[in-house]
């Protein structure tokens, strides 16, 4: 976690006019009030968007030309090449455009370039491939164009109108096309002028629309702007909060098909979806096409009308999304390592690395981690085809990296961009020369701040964390880039408990106590390798309540307010291992069990009742693993429950392993929920019921419910929610066989970890026991 200065709020006595607009609440008016606003007017736009108007279309540049250009395409049949971008942005302009106009019956096709052959802009080359193929009249770009001077000329050399709609930052003069929509040819203070492509684009379509009486049809685009705002990070102020605002109602009840089968892969409740959740969990599985795969398949999820088509679609994005979470964290790791071993890296004010065999569609997610990490801007860099290096630089809120690298042009290839990211290409041997001269030109041009700072909305009390505060807070939403998530801060805690979570045990969740023995439970991203306070500490933190309605406090930093007491250093983890025994119970009844809690799932309680599955487990000084783990998240979540100086490992068999034998437990397991706990549960629960990892049991009933032997079934946040069968309960067979697969792969997945736990190195186990410490591990091979 980096090392952040908290700014903790001078309260402000709010206005009694924005008291009033804001129905009286002194918590979200000072808020208001500190983050700079003053006029009741502008609050009741801000909360309300029906009290909010926005910017007339006939204001954004050349906005009236192009729509002019379009209707006379549309009317005269002319045919039409949308060229757009491969990232969130891109692809949702490029989605709008192409349902809009044809929602207008217009001729239209589409383009999207490579990321890595061809990266981002308009190739001169791949533009006279496409002109040859779809001999378009009117070229119209989104999200890209605007500096794209070659290839405008070469179209309209061609004999095509070209219209640009982009929002990315002007050369000294615009390109040769027929009109330029872009929002930075406005004053910086104009409502439209933060709009990122998709806002651009709906734009020229609210224009166009309007002009043909079809303005009724406009709000069916909205969700597509919502999903490219967000995806964009643009700063959420003025008209583009205003079409977030709009996109997001539209996105909770969209009928577009694509969108609702990404939705149900994602595992979404779209009732109350926020930005949040098209930031994390929407906006990269789109992304990820265009990461790894084809952008075009994010846009034809975005525009189909063949449901099974959509929920193909929806299953690939899936795969890759999870492959590029898994290569993310290979280069973030590799990242770190560098940085380790060279820590003179860090002394240079933007850091830049540079890796050839790094994917170059990944390095963004990865600076931007970073960037957030150390607190400065930074570039990653990636591949060396023809001598060429490709990547991006992200930079911290306050910082200008685009003006910085675009000062040092002579040096690149390829570049773009806007003030917080960029993407850019140069020769290989140029790195180290463009590592010192972009560092120096952000210390003379900008003010660096030392340490991050860390803005804090308002202190509360433990006692006063409730869902009602959480509801009153969520007012100020949606939260992003120009409106930051509001941070609480609770002082003079201690840690009661720590957890780690997550299907790979990337997570943890925290208890913290105040001095009146107030709690609270915290979420606490990507933290299992951080290290835990303690003593005395002050927390910072988001709270906001789920899909189900249920309070959640995510953890933004903490910081010590005294040092922590002295202990003796921890004894050493002694580890036993016992996986290659035959017989594992008969190996178990010679060991001294007197202070040993056993690990063991889905064994009869009535048999064993003192044996624990992995929602049961708690200190103890010795842990016993007698099943074999399902996955590398419970095994690491078992040791940190436990906390032992002693493990036995064994490695029995899952008494039921096939799918048929899994299905039955698992079923009966549901229904001992449904039956005995009001259908609500962890769902650790129904794993150690069955002995099988989170996937293999979010996939099975989910398989169970398409089967029509569940009713309902809702897992998010690690709680599980069922009903029974009833009357209206029906099968699926469409959903079925999808599931299926996901299921038979999941527990695929589990076969495969438990064979490679049975024979995995001991100096892989002391990998994995370190990370406890409690010192070296002592590793006593079975006789």
């Not at 684009?201 to 709000?219: E, K, V």
């Not at 952000?442 to 700072?453: H, I």
């Amino acid at each position: 976690m980096p090392n952040r200065r908290w700014l903790e709020p001078d309260p402000i006595a709010p206005a009694e006019t924005l008291m009033a607009v804001c129905d009286n609440d002194p918590l979200v008016a000072q808020i208001l009030a500190q983050r700079g606003f003053t006029q009741a007017e502008q609050v009741r736009g801000f909360l309300d968007p029906t009290q909010y108007t926005p910017a007339p279309p006939d204001e954004m540049p050349d906005c009236a030309l192009a729509s002019r250009l379009l209707k006379q395409a549309v009317e005269t049949h002319q045919s039409i090449l949308i060229w757009g971008d491969f990232d969130v942005d891109g692809q949702t302009s490029t989605a709008l455009l192409l349902d809009g106009l044809r929602r207008l019956g217009a001729e239209v096709t589409f383009y999207i370039p490579n990321r890595i052959t061809e990266s981002h802009g308009i190739k001169v080359s791949a533009l006279r491939r496409e002109l040859e193929q779809t001999k378009p009249h009117l070229l119209l770009t989104c999200d890209t164009g605007v500096t794209e001077f070659e290839a405008v000329q070469f179209a309209r050399e061609q004999g095509c109108t070209v219209i640009i709609t982009d929002h990315h930052e002007l050369a000294e003069t615009l390109p040769a096309a027929h009109a330029v929509v872009n929002p930075r040819r406005l004053p910086h203070t104009h409502p439209m002028s933060t709009l990122p492509g998709v806002g651009v684009a709906f734009i020229l379509m609210q224009h166009l629309f309007t002009s043909l009486d079809r303005q009724r049809d406009l709000p069916l685009l909205l969700d597509l702007v919502a999903l490219g705002i967000v995806g964009d990070v643009a700063m959420q102020t003025a008209d583009t909060r205003y079409w977030l605002q709009r996109g997001l109602e539209q996105l909770r009840q969209t009928g577009r098909i694509g969108l609702q089968a990404l939705i149900e892969v994602a595992r979404i409740a779209v009732t109350g979806l926020s930005a949040e959740q098209i930031g994390f969990q929407i906006a990269p599985r789109l992304n990820a096409a265009g990461r790894l795969g084809d952008a075009r398949l994010s846009v034809e999820l975005l525009t189909t009308r063949d449901r099974n088509r959509a929920a193909v679609i929806a299953q690939q994005l899936e795969g890759l999304n999870a492959e590029r979470r898994h290569q993310t964290r290979q280069i973030e790791a590799a990242a770190h390592q560098m940085i380790i071993d060279n820590p003179t890296l860090l002394r240079e004010a933007v850091l830049v690395l540079y890796q050839p065999q790094w994917h170059a569609g990944l390095v963004g997610i990865v600076a931007n981690s970073l960037a957030e990490r150390y607190g400065r801007p930074v570039v990653l860099l990636a591949g060396e085809e023809n001598g060429l290096a490709r990547g991006s630089a992200r930079a911290p809120a306050g910082y200008d990296i685009y003006s910085v690298i675009h000062a040092h042009v002579d040096l690149l290839r390829t570049f773009g961009g806007h003030t917080g990211a960029a993407g850019l290409s140069l020769e290989v041997n140029n790195i180290d020369k463009f590592r010192v001269v972009v560092s120096n030109t952000l210390r003379s041009s900008q003010r660096l701040p030392d340490v991050p700072a860390l803005p804090i909305d308002f202190v509360l009390t433990l006692d006063q964390v409730t869902l009602d505060l959480a509801g009153r807070l969520s007012r100020l939403a949606p939260f992003g880039e120009g409106n930051p998530r509001i941070v609480a801060a609770a002082m003079n805690l201690t840690l009661t408990h720590a957890a780690i979570i997550g299907r790979e045990a990337q997570h943890r969740k925290l208890t913290v106590q105040d001095a009146d023995g107030h709690t609270l439970t915290l979420l606490w991203w990507e933290s299992a390798k951080e290290p835990l306070p303690d003593g005395r500490f002050d927390v910072a933190f988001h709270l906001s309540t789920n899909s189900h309605a249920e309070l959640e406090a995510m953890l933004v930093d903490w910081r010590l307010r005294e040092a922590p007491a002295v202990v003796e250093a921890a004894p050493a983890l002694t580890v036993y291992d016992w996986r290659a025994v035959r017989d594992p119970l008969a190996k178990l009844n010679t060991l001294d069990l007197s202070d040993a809690l056993v690990w063991a799932e889905a064994y009869p309680r009535k048999q064993y009742p003192l044996w624990k599955r992995r929602a049961e487990l708690a200190p103890a000084a010795t842990l016993i693993v007698l099943t074999a783990p399902s996955d590398n998240a419970s095994f690491l979540s078992a040791l940190h429950a436990v906390q032992p100086h002693t493990v036995h490992l064994f490695a029995a068999d899952p008494l039921f392993k096939t799918e048929q034998d899994v299905l039955r437990q698992l079923l009966t397991a549901a229904t001992n929920v449904i039956d005995h706990l009001n259908g609500v549960a962890p769902v650790d629960v129904l794993c150690g019921a069955v002995a099988q990892s989170v996937g293999v049991v979010s996939a099975g009933l989910e398989l169970l419910a398409a089967e029509g032997k569940l009713g309902s079934v809702s897992i998010a946040k690690e709680i599980v929610r069922l009903t029974r069968t009833d009357a209206t309960t029906t099968s699926d067979p469409a959903a079925t066989v999808r599931i299926h697969v996901r299921f038979r792969e999941a527990l695929a997945e589990s076969h495969a970890y438990r064979r490679f736990y049975r024979t995995m190195p001991l100096d892989t186990l002391n990998g994995f026991t370190v990370t406890l410490a409690h010192g070296a591990a002592k590793l006593h091979p079975a006789d």
